[in-house]
Structure formats: C-alpha cells, structure tokens
C-alpha cells in the first residue's frame, strides 16, 4: 500500500514538474490535452471496473471529484511539510523541538492521508452499493498502476526547442 501511495506521490511530482516546466501557451494546450485525455481514459476505467450504471456514474462522479480535490490540496501540504521538514534537516542550527515540530505536522499530513480515504469510502457508500463503494481505491490504485505502466513503456518524449537560423 505505502509503495502505491509513493508511486501515486511521484506520479503527482512529474505531473507537477510538467506543468511548472511548460510554462509556454503550447506546452500548457499539450499538458492540459495529456491531462483530459488521462481523465478521459480514468473515467472509462472506473467506470469499466466498477460496472457503474449510468445513473451510479452520474452521482458518482461529482463526488469522487470532490474527494480527489480535498486528497490533491492534502498532498500539497504533505509536500510542504516534507520539504520544510528537509530544509530544516539540512540546516545545523534546526533546534530539536523545531524538527519535532516539523516532523509532527509532516506526520500529521500522512494521517490526514489516509483519514480522507476512509472519509471518502463513506462519501462513496452515499452513491453506491456498498461492494462498489469498497472498491474505488483499488481501482484507483490499478489505474495509477497501468498508467505508470504505460508511461514506462512510452516515455513522454523530450522536445529540443526550436532553432531560428
């Protein structure tokens, strides 16, 4: 499960890096294309895996949504946490309670982690019948999986950027 969540994490990361890197107007039209085509293909996915009826994917999704949104602004703080954390690690005059300090709120973050999926779980009991609701995470999780596995396979290519002679 801890690996899952990592390489969750570290798909987030490059998504992020992505974004961040490809600040020109073409690179954000092909980032934002790259992520509906990956919302596209995860819509299909669940809703393959999870044999939802069209009513159960009308209620459905507006509710994952929501609860991806709240674990997305988590993951933010994780992120935060572990680099003020690191920062911290690195510089000699970090006082013990500060890193115990920090080190809490980084942990606190985890927790809240997995509370939300918990929360989430219930969230999803209110949509769907209870086997479906059980198994969101574990079709989340092989979703990441086989995109991983995709992007593996099919690195995105690295653009050289134009010369003008």
């Not at 920090?102 to 009991?125: G, P």
């Not at 596995?149 to 950027?161: A, D, G, I, N, V």
Request: aromatic fraction near 10%.
């Amino acid at each position: 499960m801890k690996k899952i969540f990592f390489l969750f994490l570290a798909l987030v990361f490059c998504s992020l890096g992505f974004a961040q890197n490809n600040k020109e107007e073409g690179n954000r039209e092909k980032y934002e294309q790259m992520m509906a085509e990956i919302q596209s293909r995860k819509i299909a996915f669940f809703t393959k895996q999870l044999q939802l009826t069209s009513e159960e994917a009308q209620n459905f999704w507006p509710v994952y949504n929501k609860c991806e949104e709240e674990r997305n602004a988590n993951r933010k703080e994780i992120r935060k946490s572990a680099k003020a954390l690191h920062i911290a690690a690195k510089d000699a005059n970090t006082s013990d309670e500060s890193m115990r300090s920090l080190a809490e709120t980084y942990y606190q973050n985890l927790d809240r982690e997995a509370s939300l999926q918990k929360l989430h779980y219930y969230e999803y009991l209110k949509v769907l019948p209870a086997k479906k609701a059980a198994l969101v995470r574990l079709v989340e999780e092989r979703f990441m999986n086989k995109l991983l596995s995709q992007w593996k396979k099919h690195p995105e290519p690295k653009h050289k950027k134009d010369k003008v002679n």
